[in-house]
């Protein structure tokens, strides 16, 4: 059975910094992988979409890489900024499912002036 | 504006009553979804349709029931038989029906049952 797992739960960084956020995955037969944000309240808004044969996607300051062998995907945040401060979710497919995703319980970021 | 619609953005219920929650969505896509999200359980699939006219349980079906009667439109009930709906519901839908594509959300709705 697939499970994702994001650590940590919650991040505090100063503005401007740099940041990881991780996801993993038990299953490697993923058909892709798609970050979310979601803010408090709110839907989720798509961030990136890597497919199984990608290594890494970039929109902006944001850069997710997937490296399917070793069940992780990790999401660069450059040069962080107040607006930032959000709610990170990952989620995989049910594999020869559909389009069901299998999302983890998200890392709550927090980015301080 | 291509999108998805949900309402109302926040609904009260009584203990007992049944209630819809509306899913609009004008992007053409063929599947659509609802989930499910509760603080500290993260997001989980009530049902899913990859086809008008046709509708799968997901995780947490019990208590729920859907229609799929137009592409555009995905109406969620929460039934009388559901024993804690009180939670935050997001409707999702994607272009790909059988292949798993890129997911897009609404803004949700809030329900609470007094």
């Known amino acids: 059975k697939q499970e994702v797992t994001q650590i940590p739960a919650a991040l505090s960084v100063p503005e401007g910094e740099n940041l990881v956020l991780n996801c993993s995955f038990t299953?490697?037969?993923?058909?892709?992988l798609q970050w979310f944000r979601q803010d408090p309240g709110k839907g989720l808004t798509s961030l990136l979409l890597?497919?199984?044969?990608?290594r890494e996607q970039t929109s902006g300051r944001l850069n997710a890489s997937l490296d399917k062998s070793s069940g992780r995907s990790t999401l660069y945040i450059a040069a962080s900024q107040p607006g930032d401060s959000a709610t990170y979710l990952c989620?995989?497919?049910?594999?020869?499912?559909?389009?069901?995703?299998?999302f983890g319980q998200g890392t709550e970021l927090s980015v301080k002036p | 504006d291509g999108g998805i619609t949900q309402s109302p953005k926040y609904l009260f219920r009584k203990e007992g009553q049944n209630v819809t929650l509306s899913c609009e969505q004008n992007?053409?896509?063929?599947?659509m979804y609802w989930y499910r999200q509760d603080p500290g359980q993260g997001l989980r699939l009530i049902y899913y349709?990859?086809?008008?006219?046709?509708?799968q349980k997901g995780d947490i079906a019990e208590g729920y029931s859907v229609s799929r009667e137009k592409k555009e439109s995905f109406p969620l009930t929460v039934t009388s038989a559901q024993k804690n709906p009180t939670a935050f519901y997001l409707c999702?839908?994607?272009?790909?029906?059988?292949?798993?594509?890129?997911?897009?959300f609404g803004e949700g709705s809030r329900l609470t049952v007094l």
């Open positions: 999702a839908s994607s272009s790909a029906g059988a292949l798993p594509g890129e997911l897009f």
């Open positions: 890597i497919q199984s044969s990608q």
């Open positions: 992007l053409n896509h063929d599947a």
């Open positions: 299953d490697s037969a993923i058909y892709n």
């Open positions: 349709s990859q086809i008008v006219n046709d509708f």
């Open positions: 989620a995989v497919p049910y594999y020869n499912q559909g389009g069901k995703l299998i």
